[in-house]
């Protein structure tokens, strides 16, 4: 099935450095969303972006959503050694089959790992 | 309970055999959705259901794979004959308003 483009596909940084991810895809999405996954557990959602141009934080993170709909990047600030896993874009459309559906796609993941 | 729940978290069968994966939402979320997880992708999606029925299933691979949602709460994802493709982690997520809440899911190792 379809994926986006998630990039970079891993990252090995100090405690204290800023990181960089993003993601594209060919088609448009309605909203944007950015997930971590911890080892055996499900994804939690981190940030939710609803407008083409949107930039929304949450403590240290920061994400846009990008003004042609088809990207968007998560910047994590002065990281920290519980930032430690695999973060996922997903871009979600609504499409409405017997009710209303909100169909997620994802991308590969980005593994992040924090140097203490 | 407060999140959502999936049992067995694991399951190793042997080829050509039949599973049932359950799946427990978040009581009162009447959307339900199943993905699929292979080593180092993202989930990708199998089946919505909107209370009982399933309204979308075309994420399904192929006629071996099925789900059921007879009281519209707990789910089960059934899966004939498998194989060992089939090996992966399955999650499952239910929705409230706007956000999909996702279990812990089942790692399924087929022999």
């Known amino acids: 099935g379809q994926q986006l483009n998630q990039s970079p596909q891993s990252m090995f940084i100090q405690e204290g450095e800023d990181v960089s991810m993003n993601c594209t895809s060919s088609?448009?999405?309605?909203?944007w969303l950015w997930y971590k996954q911890d080892p055996g557990e499900g994804p939690v959602l981190l940030i939710a972006?609803?407008?083409?141009?949107e930039l929304t934080s949450n403590g240290r993170l920061t994400a846009q959503f990008g003004i042609t709909r088809k990207d968007s990047f998560l910047n994590i600030s002065a990281s920290i050694p519980s930032d430690v896993g695999i973060y996922f874009c997903?871009?979600?459309?609504?499409?409405?089959?017997?009710?209303?559906?909100?169909?997620?796609?994802f991308g590969k993941g980005t593994l992040l790992t924090v140097n203490p | 309970g407060a999140g959502v729940s999936q049992t067995p978290s694991n399951k190793v069968t042997e080829k050509g055999k039949y599973v049932e994966l359950r799946c427990d939402p978040i009581?009162?979320?009447?959307?339900l959705y199943w993905y699929r997880q292979s080593l180092g992708q993202g989930p990708e999606f199998l089946i919505y259901?909107?209370?009982?029925?399933?309204?979308?299933d075309s994420g399904l691979p192929n006629d071996r794979f099925f789900a059921v949602r007879p009281e519209g709460s707990v789910s089960t994802l059934k899966i004939q004959r498998t194989e060992r493709g089939d090996s992966a982690v399955y999650l499952c997520?239910?929705?409230?308003?706007?956000?999909?809440?996702f279990g812990p899911g089942t790692r399924l190792t087929v022999l």
């Open positions: 259901f909107q209370g009982t029925g399933a309204a979308d």
């Open positions: 997520a239910s929705r409230g308003y706007n956000e999909q809440f």
């Open positions: 972006l609803y407008k083409a141009g």
């Open positions: 009581s009162g979320h009447t959307a």
């Open positions: 997903a871009g979600q459309r609504q499409i409405n089959s017997g009710g209303s559906n909100y169909k997620l796609t």
């Open positions: 088609s448009i999405f309605n909203t």
